[in-house]
C-alpha cells in the first residue's frame, strides 16, 4: 500500500512516541521532512530545532530482534534555500589553530533543483561565492532505542539516528535493528548536500520530499544499522571516539559476512585485510559514525 | 638524472643515517625494495624485519624546511609471491569480538603479475579460495625526521614513514616536508594490494620494482605529507587516535587551501564543509593515518 | 523537612518520569536502592536489571538553570552480601591481552557490616580468598536529562547518571544541573566499594540505605556534577574517550575557579598547571567519568 | 661505588649514544640536570631545548630483557627561580572553550629552597600572586629505546621516557625494562612540582641536583616502566590516546601480580576491580601516561 502522509507533528527525540501512521511490510509511504532548524517546506518554522523528526512510523508485526529494510526511493529538496554554519568545528581541527577559525554563524544557499546545483554567496569569504552539486541526503534515520530511552536527535546509535552519513542517498537500502514493538521507524534532517564528516557541523539543511518502502525481516542477528548500494554492503558504527565507531562497523561487517555470505571469520580476515573500504560519517555529532564497505562484487 | 640504484643495506627506522645515493632536484631513481619481512626479489632474506628500507636518498640542497616533490612512476611486484597475516588485529573490532578471531599467522599468496591478480588458498578458512586484483602501492614512504630522531619503521609521523595508505601507487605525487639537510628520502613495505586501514596488519607484502622522480620546491607552510593525484590535493595525518589524525589532515588541508589556492579559513569551510572526503589509511600502526582529499575540479 | 521514602517502583532510564516524591529545598530524605541487578534489602529482586533506580524526587521551583546541592549524608549497605564480576572488561587491557582474559560471571561476596569488610571466595581463583574494607558509594546519582529524553543507567551524562566514581561517599556533597522542571533526582547502583575505573565493570553491587539532604541554588553557569569534599571542589565530565571527559571536567573546573573563587583564566592556568588532581571515574560505561580536582586549602 | 658526574654533554633524544659514564649494579651516581628550556644551575644555557638529558649511564652487563631498578635518592632543585607556562594547552579544554585560554609565554618564578616553596607574581593574572609547596621530581626518566632508536625527549614509551608523572620524586624506585646493551640510562626535566596532567605543557622547570644507585634484575618479563613508593606498587603506559595507556598500564600491572605477587589473572581481576587506583601522569605530550596502582598492603 502508497501512503501519503503529511507530518504535523515531530519529535527531537528517537523515543517510543505514540505512532503517526501504521503500515504494513511491504507499505510505501511519501512523506516530507522538516529542515535541522524546523524550518519546512514554505521556509517558514513547523517544528522545534534541532532535527525535528518525521514519524514514528508504527510497523505491524516488528517485534526486538527482527530488522526493517528501508529501500529509500526519494530524498528531494522542496524548496529554493538551505543553510549551513560557516566555521569548522574546533575539534575538528588541530588545537593550535582553532584561533584561526571563523565565528560560526548561520549562511543561507540558494538551492536551484533543475540546475541540481546550491550557491552560497558570503563577501566575508574567499572566494565569496561557491557553486556545489545537489547530492541529498538523510541525516537522520532509525528507529525508537531499546528499554523506553527517548534520545536527542543531536546523536546516534545502535538504532540508528543522527548519523549524517552522505551514502544515506535515494536508491540506497538501509536495515534497522528492531528494539521495540512496531520498531517506531523516524526520518528527518535532510542535507542538499553533505561533505564527510560534516565537519561544519551541517550539511545543506533544507526541507525534503521523501519516499521510502519497508520490509520487516525476521532475524536476529544485526546489531547495528547497516546499508545496500548498488556496488557494497556497509555496516555503520556509532560512537566516540571514531577508532570505537570503527571497531562496531568492522565487528558488525565480519557478523554479517559470516551469517550471510558465506565467511567464516578467519576467511572474512583474508578478503577484509586486502579490499575493506572505510567512510567517515560524521565527526560532529557526540557520536561519530565509520562505515565499513565491502564490494559486492567481491562477495557473490 | 637517471639513476638505478640496488640496494645492499637497508635501514629498519627513519633516521640522519649515511646515504646510499646523492641526486639532484629532477631526477629519476630506479631501484627495488624488499617486502616487510626482509625478503627480496629471490625471496629469500636480504634484510632484518620488518619493513626494511631502501634508502637514504639524498637530495642536494634540500634543508629544513623545504618541500621534497616526489612523482611515483613505477611500483610493481618483482616476483610470484606475497605474504599476509591471517587475521583481524584485536584492537580493531568490538573487545567481545576479539575470543572469535583467529590465530594470526602467516599466510603465502601467490601472485600472477601477468593477470594483475593474486591469489590465497586457506584449507582452513571459509571459503578457502580468495583471488583480488592487484593495486600496487608503497606502505613505507618518508624523510630522516627532525631532530636526528631515528623512528621505526612501524610507525609514521610528520615525516611521512610507515602510512599504509593505499592511494600512494604509481601516477601519485607526494610532497613530503623537509627536516634534515637532504631530506634522506626512503621507501619501503610494498604492498601488492592492501585494504583501508590495513586491519590485518599487512597488504599483500612483496618485493617491489620501484621508480620515482624527485623535485626540490622552496616552501615552508607544509607540516605534513600532502599528495595529489589525477583528481584530488590529499593532506595526511598520522597519529593517534584516528580523531587526532583526522585533525592534522584537516588542519592542514585547510592551510594548503589558503596558502596556494586563494581561499581563506572561512571559504575553505564552506567548500570543505560540503564537499571533503575522508580516508583511513591505517588503523594498524601506532601511529593511525588519515587523509583529507577535495576533488581538484572544485578548486581550480 | 524529613521524609522516609520506601521505594514501590524502579526506572532503568534517567528520564522525565511521574515523581514518586516531592521535596522543597532543604528537606531530607531517607530512602533505599536496589542493587544494580534489581535486588533489594532481602536479597530478592524489587526491579529490573542493571541499574534500577530510585525516585525521580521532584524539587519545588527546581528550573533549568538551577543547580541541586545534594548532601549525602548516609550510604550503606542493608544486607550481608553483594555482587561483582569475574574479569576485567577487554577493553580495558591491551587487545593481545584480551586472551588471557577469565570469562565473565557473576560473584557473590559476604559482606561484615559490623566489621566493615566484604569478603570473596572463589575457589577457581589464585588467590582464592580476598577480604577488602568497605567504602560505600552510589554508582548512579543524577537527575533527568533535557528535553525529555529518557537516557538508560547505563550510562551519564551532563545531567550525571552512571559515574561510578568512587568519591560519591557519605560526607560529599553534590551540585547537579538543572535541566527540566522540578529536577527530577535519582539515585542508584551501591557500591560496597569500587576500584577507581570501575574495570570488572561492577563495584560490590548491594542494596542500600541512603539519606541526602537538598538545597536549591539559583545559578546559571554550570554544565556538569560538581562534587564538594571536605578537601577538594571537584568537577566531573562524562564522555568517551577519556581525552574528552578530561576536557569536560578541566574546562568545569576552569569555569567553577572564575565564577566562584576570583580566578581568571590565566590564573586558573597558574594553579591547576601546577597543583590540579585528576581522578579516574569510570572506564567501563559507555561514557567515561574523570574528575578535576582542586585542594581546597589552595583556593580560599 | 659512589660517582659524582658533572655533564658537559646533553642529548635532546633518548637514544644509543656514547655513554658519559660506565656503573655497575649498586652504584650510585651523584650528578645534575639542566631544566626544560637548557639552563643550568646559573640560570644560563648549558644545553639546547628541550628537555635535554643527563647521560647516558652504561650499566655493565646490561642486556636486552633485564630491568634496571632505579632508586631515587635524591631530586632538588640546585637555584632560586624556574619558569612554567602562562596558559593551559588547547587540547585539554573543550573546543568551544579554546578562544577563552590565554596566550601561551613564558612565566618566572621565583623558588625559596629554604621555605620549599614557590611563588609567581604576574600582574596579568587574577590572582596576580601564588605561592605553591615544593614537590620535586624529574619529568624524564629512561633507557635507550629498542632497536637502536633515536627518539625525541618530547614522548615516551615503551622505554620511559618524557612521562611527566609526578610520583617520580625521592624515595621512589623506577623499574626501566632495557632494550639495548648497557642500558644507556637518562635522567632530565626536572620539576619544582607539577600538577597532574601537566596540562600547562611545563611544571616548574628547573635544573636540579640529583642522586640516584642502579640495581640490575635478570627478569624477562617487564614491558613498561614501573614503579614501587612506600604505600603502592605502579605500573606505568604510555600512549594517545589516554585509553590506551590506561591499557597498556592495567595490563602491566595484572601480568606484574601474576609473575611475582601469587596472583592469576582471575584473582588479580577482583582486587583490582575493587582496589586499583590510576593516576594520570601527563595529557600533553605527544604520548600521555597513565600510572595504574595497587597498595602493598593489599597484595603482602
Known amino acids: ?84 554554519m560557516s566555521g569548522i568545528a574546533p575539534h575538528i581541527v588541530d588545537g593550535d589553530f582553532v584561533n584561526e577559525l571563523p565565528e560560526r554563524s548561520i549562511m543561507k544557499w ?58 544515506v542517498t535515494p536508491g540506497a537500502t538501509i536495515l534497522l535493528p528492531v528494539f521495540m514493538p512496531g520498531a517506531l521507524f523516524f526520518v528527518g534532517d535532510g542535507h542538499a548536500i553533505q561533505g564527510d564528516g560534516e565537519i561544519v557541523g551541517t550539511g545543506i539543511e533544507i526541507s525534503m520530499d521523501v519516499t521510502f518502502s519497508i520490509e520487516l525481516r525476521k532475524i536476529v542477528n544485526a546489531h547495528w544499522p547497516r546499508m545496500e548500494t548498488d556496488s557494497h554492503i556497509i555496516a555503520l558504527g556509532n560512537a566516540r571516539p571514531l577508532d570505537q565507531a ?35 560519517g560524521n565527526v560532529f555529532d557526540p557520536a561519530y559514525t565509520v562505515a565499513a564497505k565491502i564490494a559486492k562484487k567481491l562477495i557473490t
Open 246 to 280: 570503527l571497531q562496531h562497523s568492522t565487528t558488525e561487517l565480519v557478523t554479517w559476512l559470516c551469517s550471510d555470505y558465506g565467511y567464516d571469520v578467519r576467511g572474512a580476515s583474508h578478503l577484509l585485510g586486502q579490499a575493506l573500504e572505510y567512510d567517515i
Open 110 to 167: 540558494s538551492v536551484d533543483i533543475d540546475d541540481g546545483t546550491a550557491t552560497l554567496f558570503d563577501e566575508f569569504a574567499q572566494p565569496s561565492h561557491l557553486t556545489v552539486s545537489l547530492d541529498p541526503m538523510l541525516g537522520c534515520i532509525g528507529v525508537a532505542p531499546e528499554r523506553g530511552q527517548a534520545i536527542s536527535t543531536a546523536t546516534s546509535g545502535q538504532y540508528g539516528g543522527n548519523m549524517d552519513y552522505r551514502l
Open 1 to 84: 500500500m502508497q501512503h501519503n502522509f503529511e507530518p504535523s507533528i515531530y519529535y527531537n527525540n528517537f523515543g517510543s512516541y505514540e505512532p503517526v501512521l501504521t503500515i504494513v511490510s511491504g507499505d510505501s509511504v511519501t512523506t516530507s521532512t522538516a529542515d535541522a532548524f524546523g524550518n519546512g517546506r514554505s521556509g517558514e518554522p513547523v517544528a522545534k530545532r534541532s532535527n525535528p523528526l518525521t514519524g514514528p512510523f508504527f510497523v505491524e508485526g516488528a517485534e526486538p530482534g527482527d530488522q526493517l529494510v528501508v529501500h529509500l526511493q526519494n530524498i528531494f529538496p522542496n524548496r529554493d534555500h538551505g543553510y549551513t
